[in-house]
């Protein structure tokens, strides 16, 4: 009787045994697939501000159509997160779709503050330039003419530092919620996170006035 109690006993330590060794591995699955799109994420990011380096040889194209590309990355991201099963880790579901959405929410915003920096340089350009001829011609139709156009352009660039001012809350906050939805997936799922270097960067974008 004893030796059949010791031997359920030991039957029943190595079933458990097991099992924990089973929902380890579910559950460190799970951890792992959400990492791959934290990291994922990051890199995107990174990517982006990498481009916006001073002495980067990047066009406006460039940037656009990378942007474009890191945005359907991360809309794909987001469809497998939720259409995967995530049964035994729901904090790692969670932390991967906080930056996914994030990231996206952030490279959106980049590429609105990179178009409106562009808008607003184009028309000083051309209210420059409009000054300019200003200065060099006699001919009155041709004075009004240009005056027009440089009215215009600062127009221009009024609208878009309106909407840079405007624009302001809200990348701050969409900054902010990359910067804790990274630290949050560095926690919970073990990435490296983005480098000092970028979240220094990202911190000092829209400081509080």
Not at 50 to 67: E, H, I, Q
Not at 78 to 88: G, Q
Not at 113 to 133: E, N
Request: aromatic share 6%; proline share 1%.
């Amino acid at each position: 009787m004893k030796n059949m109690i010791q031997g359920f006993v030991a039957a029943a330590l190595v079933l458990a045994i097991g099992l924990y060794g089973w929902i380890h591995y579910q559950t460190q699955q799970e951890v792992d697939a959400g990492a791959a799109y934290a990291r994922k994420s990051d890199a995107l990011v990174m990517q982006q501000l990498s481009m916006l380096k001073d002495g980067a040889d990047v066009t406006l194209a460039d940037y656009f159509a990378a942007a474009h590309r890191a945005s359907d990355d991360l809309s794909t991201c987001a469809v497998e997160i939720d259409s995967r099963e995530w049964k035994r880790s729901p904090d790692a579901r969670d932390a991967a779709k906080a930056i996914c959405s994030a990231a996206k929410n952030l490279i959106s915003t980049l590429s609105v503050a990179v178009r409106l920096r562009f808008d607003r340089d184009s028309a000083k350009g051309q209210s420059d330039k409009a000054f300019a001829a200003i200065s060099k011609s006699s001919n009155s139709s041709e004075i009004e003419l240009l005056k027009s156009q440089m009215n215009e352009a600062y127009d221009k660039q009024i609208h878009s530092l309106d909407q840079e001012i405007a624009n302001r809350k809200q990348n701050r906050e969409r900054v902010q919620a990359m910067l804790e939805a990274d630290s949050n997936a560095v926690a919970v799922l073990g990435v490296p996170g983005l480098s000092q270097d970028i979240r220094n960067k990202l911190g000092g974008m829209y400081p509080e006035k």
